[in-house]
């Protein structure tokens, strides 16, 4: 548990491709599939295989083309699961089958209907399967977020016993709080016996908005992958974002951990997957949503203006965006209006200045946003009327 590399496990092209309307098509799946390796994501869960020949395919034609991102096939605690799988992966450099069942009361009783001693049988004997295909084999204990402690120790030592090289604990409905997710990973890392020879890993959804704050708090208590997607997108309310924990752990705790992310191409997959699968990036979203370096209160302009760090703790350079924008609005003070100015040609004297702010006020407080055409036309006609 010492080791201070976060592994980023993006499940886009499964979990996030259990979107409404956000199938791809195998090209399509191969495009995001190097751009994610490319971005230095270190494993790339690519599908699941016995869903459908179309998964099936897709998953194949991904490890054919993935040469050094480890590639992932989802599947359940079920031989022909397991087998397909590990068929779907024979042509990956480094193939890892992704195996599990439900382990909470609420699994076991009503979608199982089974009991404990069952499910830890099903579980061991996934993986022992699993482990004679592939030597990377990672258990998944579904809504483990609802899941006894206890008995979730009891399950992860029995699959780390059969083989299991990662631990993946999802918070398969988003219930947990941060610190009760922290804490059930601390659990794990404290009370399983042989814990060191496997990677706990984080898999949060966000239907309390909550995915992000808990990966976080996985890191903090002992797991070392984190399981996300580009834009967060995901079943429901989504999957924790790539784009926020990479910038969290490089911001935040660049003192203790590592990523192989490159920062600088976040942007442009986040566009790539948005355009792809047909889902737009809501605006205010971090990191990568359209505002999320933009600025139209006046207050907050003038400060970015005399230094950009006043408002902004990320370099838009960082992920690959230009730079700060700066939003002409009703909201906007004189430092914007003379900063917007000067970028289309006209350094304005105080004087100027006074004049074209009476008159922007008056168009903006007519529109949304004031773009350079209609500051052109601003200028003309306070310059005419000064005149």
């Known amino acids: 548990m010492g080791d201070t590399k976060i592994h980023i496990f993006d499940t886009t092209l499964r979990d996030g491709e259990q979107v409404p309307g956000c199938k791809l ?17 270190d494993v790339i869960e690519a599908g699941f295989p016995i869903s459908s020949p179309g998964d099936f395919e897709a998953v194949e034609l991904i490890s054919k083309n993935i040469k050094h991102s480890t590639v992932c096939g989802l599947s359940r605690s079920v031989e022909k699961d397991i087998k397909t799988a590990a068929e779907a992966l024979k042509y990956a450099a480094r193939p890892r ?40 084999v990672e ?25 299991a090289t990662v631990l993946n604990i999802p918070d398969t409905t988003g219930y947990c709080l941060p610190h009760e997710y922290g804490d059930k990973i601390a659990y794990l890392r404290d009370n399983v016996k042989g814990i060191e020879k496997a990677i706990l890993s984080t898999h949060c959804h966000n239907d309390l908005g909550l995915a992000t704050a808990n990966s976080i708090a996985g890191i903090e208590n002992g797991a070392r992958q984190i399981e996300c997607t580009i ?28 990523h192989n992310i490159v920062s600088c191409q976040l942007n442009s997959i986040s566009q790539l997957v948005s355009e792809s699968m047909s889902m737009p990036v809501q605006p205010n979203k971090a990191i990568v949503g359209e505002n999320a370096f933009a ?4 207050i907050h302009q003038d400060g970015v203006i005399k230094n950009r760090e006043n408002y902004e703790i990320i370099d838009p350079a960082e992920v690959g965006v230009d730079q700060s924008s700066i939003i002409l609005t009703a909201r906007s003070g004189r430092a914007a209006l003379a900063y917007r100015a000067k970028e289309i040609g006209h350094n304005l004297s105080k004087d100027q200045l006074d004049i074209v702010y009476a008159q922007f006020i008056k168009v903006a407080d007519q529109k949304k946003e004031v773009y350079d055409s209609d500051l052109k036309g601003i200028l003309s006609q306070s310059f005419a009327t000064a005149i």
């Open 25 to 41: 098509n195998h090209q399509q799946k191969i495009i995001v599939a190097k751009a994610l390796e490319g971005l230095g994501v």
């Open 97 to 136: 089958i992704h195996t599990g069942i439900g382990t909470s009361e609420m699994h076991i009783k009503y979608k199982f209907n089974s009991t404990q001693d069952k499910i830890l049988e099903r579980a061991v004997a996934a993986v022992k399967y699993a482990k004679s295909f592939v030597e990377d």
């Open 139 to 163: 258990f998944y204990a579904e809504d483990a977020g609802r899941t006894d402690n206890v008995y979730l120790a009891r399950v992860c030592e029995a699959v780390i016993a059969a083989g």
């Open 231 to 258: 834009n967060g997108i995901g079943e429901r309310a989504g999957n924790t974002s790539l784009e926020e924990v990479a910038m969290i752990i490089q911001h935040r705790y660049a003192h203790m951990y590592t």
């Open 295 to 298: 600025h139209s209160s006046g």
